[in-house]
């Protein structure tokens, strides 16, 4: 085996790419570069010069300076209404991680949490959850936050690190531009355009607990059209269990683009399978993912547009147990499902007719549809009239439209106003804007201002508020089930009450409130960058799994009364926290960062007083640096820290029944080491070489084991098998790549 991986690599190292730096369709077309570099002088301290604010567009996409998610447009990040984080080309390259999730935890006040290469979460400004749903993913513009469970599966995508050119991440709600998915922020991701050249990249990587990495890309142009052909592997086992596969991950993709003077088009087509286990709010999920997108973007310098489908076949197994006292009330039966999605965005900068103005509009509209021959339709499987009564089956539609305005005034060269709207619609909640009227409709306002008192330096105050719709599994999901052969029990009974297990309904959408104050600075030259912000959140219609047990007369469970399923609860959460972060680069291609965030929460109990919580980690703290020299050495080293905290929420893959009361689960203080080696060198006849080395240490100096760290409560089952997140440990890995 180790002669054929040998001899993939020789071949492989011989293909490579020399990328771009600028990505596709983030650069208005005819924006005067020269007007905006004068205001990019005036932010360093140049003397007073005005520009038009349709005009003030950054030139290199590239730079840490320029955001384009906070507002739809780019804009220097000082201007930003929100919290930003960006992530260049540069920094992906030299970060030792071998996931997107890894390199999330750079950014101020984020929770990542890693309970297998399946499952890997991440929240901000919000308690500690694992659930995944407080943010929405944008790859290229196109929603990847998966349907069914309301979630980025972060691994499922077709494209990987090396695909992308640049990372945004908006810290705080983001309804007024994005609708329903932007509950506590965005992660928009932007990959590399097609290169108008032949070249060739490839990339081998392996190591410890089984990580292997295979993955190859050609371009070339085809009658002007720039077009891009990939396909990767990528597979790891489980940590403490060699044997059991973590994840199996095959990738291909298909990029075509190309620019008709100020107008640019872009066709994009991915496929991509993964097996392996993740671990949703009700037990283990075993199975087989499929995601096949298809996207069509055009773009020209007021306009932007797209549409994309997304099919998602999927198998599953949902580890659920149904027990009381020790017996085995039923087991749930495997599930296959077909998710179809179709989604256009469209977005518009209205022409200028006031000069200190600036107001964009859009609108958006998804259909989506599921289909199962498994899963139960609660409502006509329960009704003694229907054709489908106790019949399984279910065909799913649901919908939603939205519209939004944005506008922002600059009134003097030291102010911004930013206000916005968004106005939602959804088939899947019971949500009304107006009394009992307006059913399914959201309004989601934002307004911040951003003062700039002296060039360089910025003040932001905002209000905003978002929403977050429920899912398929917390709105409509119910599985069927069988009970043992012999049982007491009834089969189509026990199905009736399986239509009170999981999906609800009738649930509201969740809401955030919140209020933030920030400031960026900038020193020495603009080598040193001082970002410091304040938040207070005030979250309400909170959706949690609640079992509700009822007994008969002999103590036994009574299921035609008993339910357990999502329901809104009056926890109403309150937090409250700070975001501190430091960026000092000493030289062009050396960056040293410190960053520390402290949280506070509290929880409303049942007699309505407000207490303080410990199920979240009251502070988060990463530090670091990493270079890249012209002798050709780069790598990284970044030390990240999560103070101890206990939790409730987490236990949803312990090996018990769905009924049972969930144990707390204790957190201590723990730390993780990701870095990075490599270099890079040119073989002759233009083909460029690296090769290098990764690391990923668990520390936990006040755990049971110093190098092993858990992030989602888990363990060993009666049969060896694991269950649950699983306990991270070492992993280091070799990679070769070639390029020309």
Do not use: C
């Amino acid at each position: 085996m180790l002669r054929r991986f040998d001899i993939a690599s020789f071949l492989l190292v011989l293909a490579g790419l020399a990328w771009p730096r600028e990505a596709f369709l983030q650069e208005p077309a005819g924006a005067d570069k020269g007007e905006f570099s004068d205001e990019l002088s005036d932010e360093l301290g140049a003397k007073d010069g005005s520009s038009d604010l349709v005009d003030e567009e950054l030139d290199l996409l590239e730079s840490d300076r320029v955001v384009e998610s906070a507002s739809r447009h780019r804009q220097e990040i000082g201007q930003s209404p929100s919290a930003v984080t960006i992530f260049t080309r540069e920094d992906i390259e030299t970060f030792g991680g071998s996931s997107l999730i890894d390199l999330l935890r750079l950014v101020p006040g984020m929770d990542v949490i890693a309970g297998s290469p399946l499952h890997e979460n991440v929240t901000a400004r919000m308690f500690w959850s694992d659930e995944n749903n407080h943010f929405l993913v944008l790859i290229d513009g196109r929603e990847a936050n998966f349907e069914l469970l309301g979630v980025p599966l972060f691994e499922a995508e077709p494209i990987s690190l090396d695909d992308i050119e640049r990372i945004e991440i908006i810290r705080g709600p983001a309804s007024a531009l994005y609708g329903a998915g932007a509950f506590g922020g965005v992660i928009s991701i932007t990959t590399r355009a097609v290169p108008q050249a032949t070249s060739l990249w490839s990339r081998l990587e392996g190591g410890e607990v089984g990580k292997l990495f295979l993955g190859a890309r050609a371009n070339t142009v085809v009658h002007g059209f720039g077009v891009s052909l990939a396909g990767m592997l990528d597979r790891r086992d489980t940590f403490g269990f060699r044997d059991v596969p973590g994840s199996r991950l095959w990738r291909m993709r298909g990029v075509m683009e190309r620019a008709f003077g100020d107008r640019h088009l872009r066709l994009d087509l991915g496929v991509s399978k993964v097996q392996g286990r993740m671990i949703t709010p009700v037990g283990m999920l075993y199975g087989t993912l499929n995601v096949i997108t298809a996207r069509a973007a055009y773009a020209s310098e007021d306009l932007q547009a797209h549409l994309y489908w997304t099919w998602t076949p999927a198998d599953a197994e949902l580890d659920m147990p149904l027990t009381y006292l020790g017996m085995t009330l039923a087991t749930v039966n495997p599930n296959h499902s077909d998710i179809h999605t179709l989604d256009a965005q469209m977005q518009y900068r209205l022409p200028e007719f006031y000069r200190p103005l600036l107001l964009l509009v859009g609108a958006g509209g998804r259909l989506g549809m599921l289909f199962s021959d498994q899963l139960i339709d609660a409502e006509t499987f329960t009704d003694i009239d229907s054709p489908r009564y106790h019949q399984t089956g279910v065909s799913y539609f649901s919908g939603r439209f939205g519209f939004f305005v944005h506008g922002e005034y600059r009134p003097a060269e030291w102010v911004t106003v930013t206000a916005g709207v968004r106005l939602d619609w959804s088939s899947e909640t019971t949500d009304t804007l107006f009394g009992d009227s307006g059913r399914g409709l959201n309004l989601s306002p934002r307004l911040a201002a951003v003062f700039t008192p002296v060039p360089g330096h910025h003040l932001r105050l905002g209000l905003a508020q978002s929403f977050r719709k429920p899912s398929y599994l917390e709105g409509g999901l119910h599985v069927a089930a069988t009970v043992p052969a012999g049982s007491l029990l009834d089969q189509d009974g026990f199905n009736e009450f399986m239509t009170r297990v999981l999906g609800n309904a009738e649930l509201r959408s969740e809401k955030l409130v919140s209020l933030e104050t920030g400031y960026l600075g900038r020193f020495f030259s603009d080598r040193l960058s001082v970002e410091w912000n304040l938040y207070l959140n005030f979250y309400d219609d909170l959706i949690e799994m609640v079992p509700r047990l009822a007994l008969d007369a002999t103590g036994l469970p009574d299921l035609s009364r008993s339910s357990a399923m999502s329901e809104n609860t009056d926890k109403a959460p309150r937090i409250g926290g700070s975001e501190l972060a430091f960026r000092y680069s000493p030289w062009r291609h050396v960056q040293f960062v410190l960053g520390w965030a402290h949280r506070e929460v509290v929880l409303r109990d049942e007699g309505g007083t407000y207490r303080p919580s410990d199920d979240s980690p009251k502070n988060l703290l990463f530090a670091g640096g990493r270079f890249r020299m012209e002798s050709g050495f780069l790598g990284s080293l970044y030390l990240f820290s999560r103070s101890k905290f206990s939790s409730r929420g987490s236990e949803s893959g312990t090996p018990g029944s769905l009924l049972d009361v969930k144990t707390r689960v204790y957190y201590p203080s723990q730390g993780l080491l990701i870095g990075k080696l490599g270099w890079r060198w040119l073989s002759g006849a233009g083909i460029e070489m690296e090769a290098g080395t990764k690391v990923f240490l668990p520390v936990a100096p006040w755990g049971k084991n110093l190098f092993k760290i858990r992030e989602v409560a888990g363990g060993v089952q009666d049969n060896g098998m694991p269950w649950g997140g699983e306990e991270l440990e070492r992993m280091v890995t070799f990679y070769l790549q070639g390029s020309f």
